[in-house]
């Protein structure tokens, strides 16, 4: 049986931390359902690892749906989060649209990316009993307009806007708060004063858990691999190798 979201509180209380992963699809889910992970991530960075594009932003509902139903499908211990897409929380109303279509496409709880901008359509969401995950410091969905990747936090107008958040967040009642690129002594200060758990990337080492992109973790996306992400394999080299001796041996 699946732990509930609302249990991460108790973890962090426990002083237990957090780790998660991305999946995006059945065969995957499926291999990690029996790891001991937290929760699966069907992260929009799907729409980089998996379909090509260059950042999350022309991911879509169709695409989360589609990916949240594979990844259901083979995690029966482990919760599934799913992303609400870029342009999905534009309002209360459309919010709670699509997070109810993602739970019944197998999500166990949505990850909403946004602060105190995007409260309402978060404490809509959690009214209707759907677990949510906040997402605060860098905001993929927000990279076009902000050009580029950059670490948040460093100054004090957006540490304090960070902080502000956070807690508005932490009082709305989200299950976690993932905070990414965000400047290390400001992730520690939010893990400090948050009663949900912090779930770092690339924002030091003192959140209350981690999460990474799967394919950042096996090299299975060699074309681009984060600072911040440190490989414990290289699938890709393994998948050249086994290709390379079948093409060879059928060839031959």
């Not at 211990?77 to 799913?82: A, E, K």
């Not at 997070?99 to 309402?120: H, M, T």
């Not at 990279?143 to 460093?154: A, D, L, S, T």
Request: hydrophobic residues 45%; aromatic residues 4%; charged residues 20%.
């Amino acid at each position: 049986m699946k732990p509930p979201i609302s249990s991460f509180r108790k973890s962090k209380l426990e002083g237990r931390r957090l780790a998660t992963l991305t999946a995006y699809d059945y065969p995957t889910a499926r291999l990690l359902d029996d790891c001991g992970l937290d929760f699966l991530l069907v992260g929009d960075s799907l729409g980089m690892v998996v379909l090509g594009h260059p950042d999350t932003t022309q991911v879509t509902m169709a695409d989360m749906i589609h990916h949240t139903k594979a990844v259901a499908r083979g995690a029966a211990l482990t919760p599934v989060v799913s992303d609400m897409p870029a342009g999905s929380c534009e309002a209360p109303d459309l919010a709670l649209e699509n997070a109810r279509q993602l739970r019944q496409a197998g999500a166990d709880a949505v990850k909403i990316e946004g602060g105190r901008e995007i409260l309402p359509a978060i404490e809509r969401i959690l009214a209707d009993g759907i677990p949510a995950i906040g997402h605060l410091g860098m905001l993929p969905q927000q990279v076009v307009v902000e050009g580029g990747y950059h670490i948040k936090g460093r100054n004090d107008a957006e540490a304090e806007r960070l902080q502000a958040d956070a807690a508005a967040l932490d009082n709305a009642g989200v299950g976690a708060i993932v905070l990414e690129l965000v400047h290390p002594p400001i992730a520690e200060a939010i893990s400090r004063t948050v009663s949900c758990p912090t779930i770092g990337i690339g924002s030091g080492d003192t959140c209350d858990g981690n999460i990474l992109v799967l394919h950042d973790l096996i090299g299975l996306f060699p074309w681009f691999r984060p600072k911040f992400a440190t490989p414990r394999a290289d699938v890709s080299a393994e998948i050249l190798r086994a290709v390379h001796e079948y093409v060879a041996a059928v060839t031959r």
